[in-house]
């Protein structure tokens, strides 16, 4: 590709405006390629909602809960209703401008270039980049943003000036999820722009990353290695939280043995100990609005989960509860257009990761406040006289 004869178009999202721009564009210049800003399982999606075909998507909660991706999974739900409700403020849907963009090449006989990264890839390094904290203020975030009491002035988001501000704002409040939501996908998005072998190219991007593309096309040598940037990744430095929490069962057994050297009688310790733990996973689970079969596993196999480390609670309440609650193809569509906390309440995907989320939450009170003060630090007095 060559730099002066690219074209970039920054568009916002869910503008009618920038539909007719992108069109427009495409058909005065009639470049030799069309790139848009969509990698191949977004484009494919599009695509067959272009042509009208009813897709499969639906979702094995089972292996949501097994590859511990019920994070992931609610982020995107969460991204994807934010998008969808804007776009129903202003009556154009989600990606209209890159439905235009395929139409006009297509008619033109003009070949696509698929210039994002995966979304998945782009969402996971970014939870990665996230302390725990950060996810909980991100969620509220979107989740209490309200759109219907604010006019919206979509075409006042491609404004330079109004995006600096926004972006500004954005990376003092999440400064990892600017980085890889803004910055790294500015730099894949240049990257995958200079990789066109065709001289003339109309690009169309959202607005906000415009800036960034331009800066790395100016200086390509800045731009990472595709590997880097498609690398998952976990936090930098040293991942004291997970070292901490395998610690604490090690830590556990350790009290219990040296009680039993000492002749101390653990019995009613060990009771103590799995009692707790089975009271906590059940209560978790059932105040999640679980099953009561699902309660009864989370709380049966809490005390195991607390001695392995790589065993959680949630996995097994949340798995019962897939069994009872039949996941549909409707539950994963209601998703992206809930209105409030009663529609999710009533969506099956949402009960089950509520079901999980809420029996490791108790497990983990468990673990961290309340075996320690009732079970191992009296125990541990016991041990060393104190």
Request: aromatic content about 6%; overall charge negative; cysteine-free.
């Given at each position: 590709m060559r730099r002066e004869c690219l074209t970039i178009i920054g568009t916002a999202h869910v503008s009618a405006e920038s539909v007719e721009e992108v069109k427009d564009k495409i058909y005065e210049?009639?470049?030799?390629?069309?790139?848009?800003?969509?990698?191949?399982?977004?484009?494919?999606?599009?695509?067959?909602?272009?042509?009208?075909?009813?897709?499969?998507?639906?979702?094995?909660?089972?292996?949501?809960?097994?590859e511990n991706k019920v994070?992931?999974?609610?982020?995107?739900?969460?991204?994807?209703?934010?998008?969808?409700k804007i776009g129903e403020e202003?009556?154009?849907?989600?990606?209209?401008?890159?439905?235009?963009?395929?139409?006009?090449?297509?008619?033109?006989?003009?070949?696509?270039?698929?210039?994002?990264?995966?979304?998945?890839t782009t969402l996971e390094r970014a939870l990665n980049r996230m302390s725990f904290i950060d996810k909980i203020k991100f969620l509220i975030g979107l989740l209490t943003t309200d759109t219907d009491d604010e006019e919206i002035d979509i075409e006042e988001l491609k404004n330079p000036d109004k995006l600096d501000d926004l972006l500004e704002m954005f990376k003092d409040e999440a400064p990892g999820i600017y980085e890889v939501l803004v910055h790294e996908r500015d730099a894949y998005l240049a990257g995958s722009l200079l990789r066109i072998p065709e001289d003339k190219v109309v690009a169309v991007v959202g607005a906000g990353h415009q800036?960034?593309?331009?800066?790395?096309?100016?200086?390509?040598?800045?731009?990472?290695p595709l590997e880097e940037l498609n690398k998952i990744i976990d936090k930098k430095g040293i991942p004291w939280t997970k070292i901490i929490l395998a610690l604490i069962p090690i830590l556990f057994v350790v009290i219990f043995f040296l009680a039993f050297l000492n002749g101390i009688n653990i019995t009613y310790n060990i009771y103590q100990f799995i009692g707790i733990s089975m009271l906590m996973g059940f209560l978790g689970s059932i105040l999640s609005g679980s099953k009561i079969q699902s309660a009864i596993v989370g709380g049966l196999v809490a005390p195991l989960t607390i001695i392995h480390p790589l065993l959680a609670a949630g996995w097994f309440s949340g798995l019962t509860e897939a069994k009872y609650r039949k996941v549909r193809q409707r539950d994963i569509k209601n998703l992206a257009h809930f209105d409030g906390f009663r529609d999710l309440w009533n969506n099956n995907?949402?009960?089950?990761?509520?079901?999980?989320?809420?029996?490791?939450?108790a497990v983990s009170i468990a673990t961290l406040v309340i075996l320690p003060s009732q079970v191992f630090i009296p125990l541990f007095m016991q041990i060393f006289g104190g």
């Open positions: 210049i009639q470049p030799d390629r069309v790139a848009i800003e969509l990698d191949l399982a977004r484009y494919t999606k599009l695509k067959n909602s272009m042509m009208g075909i009813e897709e499969d998507d639906s979702i094995s909660v089972t292996k949501i809960i097994k994070g992931l999974f609610l982020v995107t739900t969460v991204l994807s209703y934010f998008q969808s202003v009556d154009v849907a989600p990606g209209s401008e890159m439905v235009g963009a395929i139409e006009a090449a297509e008619d033109l006989g003009i070949p696509l270039a698929l210039i994002d990264r995966n979304i998945n800036p960034g593309i331009n800066r790395y096309l100016d200086n390509p040598e800045t731009i990472p995907i949402f009960r089950v990761l509520l079901v999980v989320i809420g029996t490791n939450l």
